[in-house]
T-cell receptor
Framework: DAGVIQSPRHEVTEMGQEVTLRCKPI?????LFWYRQTMMRGLELLIY????????DSGMPEDRFSAKMPNASFSTLKIQPSEPRDSAVYFC??????????FGQGTRLTVV | GDSVTQMEGPVTLSEEAFLTINCTYT??????LFWYVQYPGEGLQLLLK?????DKGSNKGFEATYRKETTSFHLEKGSVQVSDSAVYFC????????????FGQGTRLTINP
């Protein structure tokens, strides 16, 4: 397996634009997590899914953020409209009941 | 709720020094415990884990023992190398119920030659 795949690796966008981050989890994993990492706040859990269903979205900062998992092999995190304070590295991770969590390489988002 | 607390960083050591990074947790029941490492520009990767009390996880010369009585999982290495420079995260995961993975704030480690 190629591991957790995130795209794009880098994204630069202007304030107010919509941004969509993508994640392909490892096949067979039924948990998927979205994290945000910044120098100031460290690693924050935004939302996680189990069997494609959102279980806990209490970490989503505000209504501008939304996440979906339409099937077991794909998830998106959308920010609309984006703001400079959303600049961060966004990580996706997947796991099963019997494995540890595996992380993607992350998407570095810069909102100017 | 569940939480993980790590020692404040950054930590700077000389090569071959002894390393300890403290980690304590608060959780309902007996979670599984993990140490993850993040090298520059990369995602987190599992370093070691322990699934029950008194278990010792080990990998690449690093060790951590699951101490239920002190709710701790401190990371240790007897002789660090420059290549160990990275950010280290302690994490927990419940064994039953919601399988939420909770991380500490991370500790940045720099090893000088």
């Amino acid at each position: 397996d190629a591991g957790v795949i995130q795209s794009p690796r880098h994204e630069v966008t202007e304030m107010g634009q919509e941004v969509t981050l993508r994640c392909k989890p490892i096949s067979g994993h039924d948990y998927l997590f979205w994290y945000r990492q910044t120098m100031m706040r460290g690693l924050e859990l935004l939302i996680y899914f189990n069997n494609n269903v959102p279980i806990d979205d209490s970490g989503m900062p505000e209504d501008r953020f939304s996440a979906k998992m339409p099937n077991a092999s794909f998830s998106t995190l959308k920010i609309q409209p984006s703001e400079p304070r959303d600049s961060a590295v966004y990580f996706c991770a997947s796991m099963s009941e019997y494995t540890e969590a595996f992380f993607g390489q992350g998407t570095r988002l810069t909102v100017v | 709720g569940d939480s993980v607390t790590q020692m404040e960083g950054p930590v700077t050591l000389s090569e071959e020094a002894f390393l300890t990074i403290n980690c304590t947790y608060t959780a309902t029941g007996y979670p599984s415990l993990f140490w993850y490492v993040q090298y520059p520009g990369e995602g987190l990767q599992l370093l070691l884990k322990a699934t029950k009390a008194d278990d010792k996880g080990s990998n690449k010369g690093f060790e951590a023992t699951y101490r239920k009585e002190t709710t701790s999982f401190h990371l240790e290495k007897g002789s660090v190398q420059v290549s160990d420079s990275a950010v280290y995260f302690c994490a927990l995961r419940r064994i039953q119920g919601a399988q939420k993975l909770v991380f500490g704030q991370g500790t940045r480690l720099t090893i000088n030659p």
